[in-house]
């Protein structure tokens, strides 16, 4: 960051993410309103199961516009709120479509059963041969399926291509679901009010789904022209590779966000990974660094120069926008200390700053000079804490040690990237030492 005026920190001024939070809720509440009301003015079904089955419809219908609007990768949710955070409410309320579906889908066979005095199975049956229900009921399968591949034991055992393949799915479980919607004519056109709200969130969702994940990443790419101009080796295992194209100083990135990269004619085009970027944005290139934990990642060093790159992003939000305390504490784990790296440079200016760099042996620790050399720059002090866990007896991150290392760590914005274990080792200890949540920024990696 270049001042330390520009932050959340200034008196009177709302926090980004919590204005963020603010809107989102807003338009949340506003719409499960809206949503109730229109419930009530459409009159009761045929009988009061189905007064309850549509209850659950209308619901439904509103979780599937919030599960868009969270994947969407809106730059304004996504900067404030962050990817991580946005992806891990879309879980939860992706669980929570499902079941409010379920319930929907029984509700209206168990209705209609009542109604026509007759099994389940033979209901079922019957609405299976009615083009609005059946579509519903492809839309619920296929949300069913989504949902049990979701589950973390089937999450782990799939390799995160057949999940995503199979997670698209989703879409075509909305457009079933809209189709179905629009032939309910209890819903789409109890009133003219109803037809239009309707109309009108379906096309917000698809429109805001449509413009993060395909019309912007294209546009960006078409403009900005993203090559690869050099690719360097770090160590045995790491590698950076350098990123230019055209009109850069325009891309909206910052120091601590991470991009999506793909290399055409390096693997399939369906094949991508989320790094950070390991040095400011400079509006000249871009840089990203690399260890080898995986196929994609070891064959980095094999890119050539002059290659083109696809590049969509920046995301996140682990930025200095956040801050809100004059001195940071920054740590890093392993690879993670690419975006604290960036950070680094990026603070040019102003304010007191400590970094921990947690890795198993001093060999494993990538831009180790490069860090060292910026935290002396700036006059900040570097704690390399190397070796396992529990060889000391105390674990690095415990209160005891935190408090050991940084005294005054409740003073400062604290920001926190590395390996899941080590990343929730360390929130613990933030919130057994009492520092308040606002101050604390984490960046969790991974895309689903």
Not at 152 to 158: H, K, Q
């Amino acid at each position: 960051m270049t001042t330390v005026s520009t932050t959340a920190g200034s008196r009177g001024t709302v926090p980004p993410v919590d204005a963020a939070r603010r809107v989102m809720w807003t338009f949340v509440l506003v719409n499960v309103v809206i949503v109730e009301a229109l419930f009530l003015s459409a009159g009761s079904g045929k009988n009061d199961v189905l007064t309850v089955a549509k209850f659950f419809g209308l619901h439904a219908a509103l979780l599937m516009f919030f599960q868009l609007l969270l994947v969407a990768r809106l730059p304004w949710l996504d900067r404030r709120i962050g990817m991580d955070r946005l992806t891990v409410w879309h879980r939860w309320v992706g669980f929570t479509l499902l079941w409010t579906v379920l319930t929907h889908a029984t509700l209206v066979v168990l209705g209609y059963a009542t109604l026509d005095d007759a099994s389940m199975l033979k209901t079922f049956v019957a609405l299976s041969g009615v083009p609005a229900s059946l579509l519903g009921m492809l839309a619920a399968a296929v949300i069913v399926v989504i949902g049990v591949i979701s589950t973390r034991p089937l999450r782990r055992r799939l390799r995160y291509e057949v999940w995503h393949g199979l997670h698209l799915l989703l879409y075509v479980a909305l457009g079933l679901s809209f189709v179905h919607q629009l032939q309910e004519t209890t819903t789409f056109t109890s009133s003219a009010f109803a037809t239009a709200y309707w109309w009108l969130m379906w096309l917000f969702a698809f429109g805001a789904l449509l413009a993060g994940r395909l019309a912007l990443p294209l546009w960006r790419n078409a403009y900005h022209r993203f090559r690869v101009v050099a690719v360097i080796p770090e160590s045995d295992d790491a590698v950076s590779v350098y990123v230019t194209g055209r009109h850069l100083d325009k891309l909206p990135a910052r120091a601590g966000q991470f991009c999506i990269w793909r290399f055409p004619g390096h693997h399939h085009w369906w094949l991508a990974n989320p790094f950070s970027l390991s040095a400011a944005p400079t509006g000249q290139g871009l840089r990203l660094t690399a260890k080898a934990a995986g196929k994609a990642s070891a064959g980095l060093r094999d890119l050539t120069p002059g290659g083109r790159a696809f590049v969509e992003g920046p995301y996140g939000a682990f930025t200095s926008l956040h801050r809100s305390r004059p001195g940071a504490l920054l740590i890093a784990g392993g690879v993670g200390v690419t975006p604290v790296r960036a950070m680094l440079e990026e603070q040019t200016t102003g304010g007191d700053v400590v970094v921990l760099y947690r890795v198993r042996s001093e060999a494993d620790a990538v831009l180790l000079n490069e860090v060292r050399h910026l935290v002396e720059f700036r006059g900040g002090r570097l704690h390399l804490l190397t070796g396992r866990t529990g060889e000391s007896g105390v674990p690095p991150f415990a209160p005891a040690s935190l408090h050991q290392l940084v005294p005054d760590i409740t003073e400062r914005d604290v920001y926190v990237c590395g390996p899941p274990a080590m990343t929730t080792a360390v929130l613990s200890g933030l919130r057994e030492l009492r520092v308040p949540a606002r101050q604390v920024h984490a960046e969790r990696f991974g895309l689903a």
